[in-house]
Structure formats: structure tokens, C-alpha cells
């Protein structure tokens, strides 16, 4: 199996590209990093000012490349899905989606943190990425498979899998 990392519209490249050796050697698996695709311009909402993830999620079903490959996408826009006000990400079979957006200390008014942004984008990565590969979520509030309705629940996470998580995969 080959996991894609790929950018959707405007994503810096350091970003996928720091991603890259940690996910791999958490999963095991060779991790590519796709050119950027286009944002569907049809996910997105006028009224909420938002881009629905699972329309993202449909076209970038479309775009497999592979019947043994998983994607990745990453996106600088505010996503949610209908039952939930925002979404940090979302995650089917083969295809999975996380937000930049709501991960920066900007975005709620405060100086930002490089630091902080980053180990978010991974958590967030591997956490869709563990949906992919089967896992649902974890009641361990340290492991990376734990639901995080808000950033203090991601921020108290680990960047990896606790040993009952490792173990089903």
C-alpha cells in the first residue's frame, strides 16, 4: 500500500513535506507526496463560509491513483460536515481530509506558533490516517485516535497510536 499526501489548492510545502518521514515510519508505509489538486469549488457554502468535506472527500475519490493506495489531502480552508459546526478533518475508506485552518493559534486571535501548528497538522494527519487503516476512535484521551471536539483535545494527544491502537493495526 502507498499513502498519498496531497495538497488541495494553496498549501505551503514545507508543510507536507515535514509530514512525510514521521507518518511513514508510524505506519510502516511509503508515503508520496502528489502534486496539488483543485479545491471544488461546489464544497463550498456560501451561507457558513465553509467547504463541505464530504464533497471533498467525493472527488477526491475520483482522483485514486491506484487500487492499493490511500490520500491524504490537505486543505488551508474551514471544512465541516453537516451534523457538526467545523471539523478538524474527515476520513473514508481510501480517501481522507484535514483542515489547516482552525490548527493555528491565529485563526482565535493569539500570537502564532510554529511549533504547536505543526505537531497539530501531524496529529490531525495521522488520526484520519489511522480511520483509513481501520481504527475507530480511542477512549485513551492520549492517544492519537482519541475524537477531538476542540484543540485542548488535540493539543493533550500524542503523535502516535497507544499501544492498544498499534496493536489493531
Not at 513535506?17 to 489538486?37: E, N, Q, R, T, Y
Not at 505537531?119 to 484520519?128: P, S
Request: include cysteine; charge should be negative; proline fraction near 6%.
Amino acid at each position: 500500500m502507498l499513502l498519498h499526501i496531497r495538497p488541495i489548492g494553496e498549501v505551503e510545502k514545507s508543510l507536507p513535506d515535514g509530514m512525510k518521514d514521521h507518518i511513514s515510519s508510524i505506519f510502516s508505509l511509503p508515503v508520496k507526496i502528489d502534486m496539488a489538486m483543485s479545491i471544488p469549488y461546489y464544497a463550498y457554502n456560501p451561507d457558513r463560509g465553509q467547504y463541505e468535506a464530504s464533497t471533498i472527500l467525493a472527488d477526491m475519490m475520483m482522483s485514486i491513483p491506484g487500487d492499493d493506495s490511500k490520500v491524504l489531502g490537505i486543505i488551508d480552508k474551514d471544512i465541516y460536515v453537516k451534523s457538526f459546526n467545523f471539523i478538524f478533518g474527515l476520513a473514508a475508506e481510501k480517501v481522507a481530509v484535514i483542515s489547516l485552518t482552525r490548527l493555528r493559534e491565529e485563526y482565535y486571535g493569539l500570537p502564532p506558533n510554529e511549533f504547536l501548528f505543526k505537531e497539530r497538522i501531524l496529529k490531525e494527519a495521522i488520526h484520519e490516517i489511522g480511520h483509513m487503516l481501520g481504527l475507530g476512535h480511542c477512549p485513551d484521551i492520549g492517544c492519537v485516535m482519541h475524537f477531538s471536539n476542540t484543540l485542548d483535545d488535540t493539543d493533550i494527544k500524542d503523535c502516535e497510536p497507544c499501544a492498544r491502537c498499534k496493536a489493531l493495526l
